[in-house]
């Protein structure tokens, strides 16, 4: 798929920007780009070697807008699960609009897209510099979120009626899905209305992003908890410290942590299989460590060993995404049960932290990222840029396009240099059972 941006149109204002805060060298054109292959990494493409519709526009403010900021509003809506960062987004968004732009109209739209339903309730808050002065410090996010898709002609008669210019949408896969969806119907309509996305997913697997908002917070506060179950392991005769983290279908907190922490014994992840029984299985190997060292350490995302509980059918949530078993209580009643059948003492101690690590606020790092991308959505908008994301790509903010990140997920290469290193650090076999 082509990384082509869409735009309303000519841009025909002169950026506010030019005289307040940079000067023209600063600005950015179409034509710079950075180059979309994985394979070429760090490489910007340049107007003489010829600009491919695979290279990412580059994000940054334009010398010319499309809106005139006088007359411009625009909304943020944030949805899906917390994750640290939420409010930093936007408290960025919103002090870049009204400082830099001059736009004095920004609505903060109640739980997630129920917030574009009116008959659900939920009155827009209107956001000012002074509301929002002190929300980075805080986590989750004082708009609130919710889960599941709306029904999109009511969502765009809503946009209609608060005279919304620019919507930023912040959120993961189902979100995104959904911004392409409002922007599909404000285009059929003939409406000149932006919509940009702001990637948030805690387990950081959205694709064509060098990480997500949030993670490095998170993978942080699992650092804790691992150090935690470590001392609990330690502290008594077979002692095991189960942790269970964030990963529905990519390991990539699990691993961080992991790496980070350097407690862990056995790292088990969505993207490597793992089998509990046999001579190799994980159940006799964890025996085995236990007869050598007296303690182990497992860090499970939630998203491993989903196989292996066959019968848990749980459906799907209200964004449509199958609902996991525990693996977590899983491991923990199988690993309890195998050593008392044979009579060994064991002490394990199961830890699952994951609305605790969502929760915190952002990071010092994180709060530095969260502001740059949130600059860069406002100058996206601002230039009619639509039906796209901001994102970093080999160390360069960039615009792409919503259909490109929602065909697939990043995640862990079980051959790659990132599981190579967890299984060095663990020193848990390459393949479990």
């Known amino acids: 798929m082509e990384a082509i941006i869409e735009s309303l149109g000519e841009c025909q204002f002169l950026s506010p920007l ?6 023209w060298e600063k600005f950015r054109t179409d034509e710079h780009r950075v180059v979309h292959d994985d394979s070429i990494k760090g490489v910007r493409a340049t ?6 519709p695979l290279d990412f526009e580059t994000a940054g403010p334009r010398e010319k807008i499309y809106f005139d900021p006088a007359k411009t509003s625009a909304a943020i809506v944030t949805c899906g699960g917390l994750c640290p960062g939420l409010n930093d987004i936007i408290r960025g968004i919103v002090m870049e609009l009204y400082h830099r732009y001059g736009v004095a109209r920004i609505f903060g739209l109640r739980y997630g897209y129920e917030g574009l339903v009116p008959r659900l309730g939920h009155v827009p808050l209107e956001l000012r510099p002074e509301s929002v002065s002190t929300i980075h410090t805080f986590g989750g996010t004082i708009l609130g979120s919710s889960r599941g898709p709306q029904e999109v002609g009511e969502m765009v008669d809503h946009l209609e009626e608060l005279d919304v210019n620019v919507l930023f949408v912040v959120g993961g896969d189902g979100t995104l899905q959904g911004g392409a969806r409002i922007n599909a119907e404000i285009r059929r309509r003939g409406l ?7 990637p948030k997913t805690i387990d950081n697997d ?3 992003l060098d990480k ?3 993670f490095d917070t998170a993978f942080a506060e699992a650092v804790k908890v691992v150090a935690c179950a470590h001392v609990e392991a330690v502290g008594a005769m077979n002692g095991i410290g189960l942790v269970k983290l964030m990963g529905r279908h990519s390991g990539f907190i699990a691993c961080y942590a992991a790496l980070a922490s350097q407690h862990v014994n056995y790292c088990l992840i969505p993207e490597v299989a793992f089998r509990l029984d046999g001579p190799s299985g994980l159940l006799e190997t964890l025996r085995y460590r236990l007869a050598q060292r007296r ?3 497992i860090v499970v995302a939630e998203g491993a060993g989903q196989d292996l509980m066959d019968g848990d059918l749980l459906g799907t949530d209200a964004s449509g995404n199958r609902r996991l078993g525990n693996i977590g209580e899983f491991l923990k009643d199988k690993v309890t049960e195998f050593f008392k059948n044979r009579r060994i003492e064991l002490n394990l101690k199961y830890i699952d932290p994951s609305y605790t690590i969502r929760s915190v606020p952002a990071s010092a790092q994180d709060n530095v990222y969260c502001l740059r991308l949130a600059q860069n959505a406002v100058h996206a908008g601002m230039a009619g840029k639509t039906n796209m994301l901001i994102g970093q790509w080999h160390g360069t903010f960039v615009h792409i396009p919503f259909g490109l990140v929602t065909k697939g997920r990043r995640r862990v290469e079980p051959t790659g240099e990132l599981w190579q290193a967890v299984l060095e650090c663990t ?4 393949r479990i059972g």
């Open 18 to 23: 030019r005289h307040r805060h940079i000067g």
């Open 295 to 297: 303690h182990a350490v």
């Open 47 to 52: 107007i003489e070697r010829g600009l491919s």
């Open 192 to 198: 000149k209305k932006s919509v940009i996305g702001i």
């Open 427 to 430: 020193g848990q076999p390459v």
């Open 206 to 208: 959205i694709m064509y």
């Open 212 to 214: 997500s908002f949030g």
